[in-house]
């Protein structure tokens, strides 16, 4: 039988499944959880834990599963809905990692990257509406330093620090959201990021890291269905305003004003994430070692951002 792959981002704790869900162990499919029961408790933690970023299904319950899922995004973006607002921000911070690994594996596919380009519209308007969100959004805990889960936490940054800046071009901060979500498919299968802190890296594998930005662009550049904006912040998240950063030194003048609230941003989460800072210790460094880096008003915009999480 040919199994179908589902997301575990797209799964959740309180929700019971109309399909029997599988996991893959030795080319072999052990069943994991029956239809009618749920991933509560520790089910779902200990999934995330272990890395494990699919499970399957049976063809027959690929319908089902889509229901699982609509329903459960439905419910999310309902803003009358019952649900706290910590379950659904867990509900479509999921989705939205789900669509960033679905343009990582198939970049090729109009499909995928127009469907995470109309959740991000989306997920834009549910951080604006909901005071909580960005809070919600990011308590939840990147455990595995995911890639995909950082580009989430990236993108909601953005999304404050630009309201902050009291952008409100609403197509651009789509497309913000958009590239902040996709910006380090160069990361995409790495052999060593982010298994390891840059601190930790050879000198070949800092080279094999600082190329990640360009390298992501080149690979996608040729998809006519990529915004430019998109490609842009891919090629120019670690960017910095003073020239230090990388591929081409660029400056504040010559980078494009979304890839700038994104490059400050990664920053910040890459402290909070990646090198295990608190968000009090990682608003100090970031004032401390990146002023000139970034913009001055970003950093002490995003700061007040990452003081209310």
């Known amino acids: 039988m040919d199994y179908v792959s589902i997301r575990v981002s797209t799964l959740r704790g309180d929700q019971k499944i109309n399909f029997d869900a599988y996991v893959k162990i030795n080319d072999k499919m052990i069943l994991y959880l029956r239809r009618g029961d749920s991933f509560e408790g520790n089910r779902l933690q200990r999934l995330k834990e272990k890395k494990l970023k ?22 999310a973006y309902d803003n009358n809905s019952t649900k706290d607002i910590q379950t659904r921000s867990e509900i479509i911070q999921g989705q939205q990692q789900s669509n960033v690994e679905d343009v990582f594996d198939n970049p090729e596919l109009a499909e995928s990257y127009l469907n995470a380009k109309d959740a991000a519209g989306k997920y834009v308007q549910f951080l604006v509406s909901n005071a909580k969100g960005l809070q919600a959004v990011m308590s939840i805990q990147n455990t595995d330093k995911s890639i995909s889960h950082h580009g989430v936490s990236v993108a909601t940054l953005s999304v404050a620090l630009s309201q902050k800046l009291g952008l409100t071009d609403t197509k651009m901060i789509q497309l913000l959201s958009l590239g902040a979500f996709l910006h380090d498919y160069g990361h995409h299968e790495s052999p060593i990021y982010p298994r390891k802190k840059t601190s930790e890296m050879n000198a070949d594998e800092l080279l094999l890291y600082q190329s990640h930005a360009q390298e992501g662009a080149k690979k996608v550049q040729d998809k006519k269905h990529f915004d430019q904006l998109v490609l842009r912040i891919i090629n120019e998240h670690e960017e910095c305003a003073d020239g230090s950063g990388y591929p081409r030194n660029l400056t504040e003048k010559q980078l494009d004003p979304a890839s700038l609230i994104v490059s400050t941003c990664n920053n910040m989460d890459k402290l909070m994430t990646f090198e295990n800072l608190s968000k009090e210790a990682a608003c100090k460094q970031l004032m401390l070692n990146s002023v000139g880096k970034h913009p001055l008003g970003h950093i002490q915009k995003l700061i007040e951002v990452v003081k209310t999480l």
């Open 54 to 75: 699919k499970m399957f299904i049976e063809p027959q319950d690929e319908i089902g599963y889509r229901d699982y899922m609509q329903k459960n995004i439905e419910l």
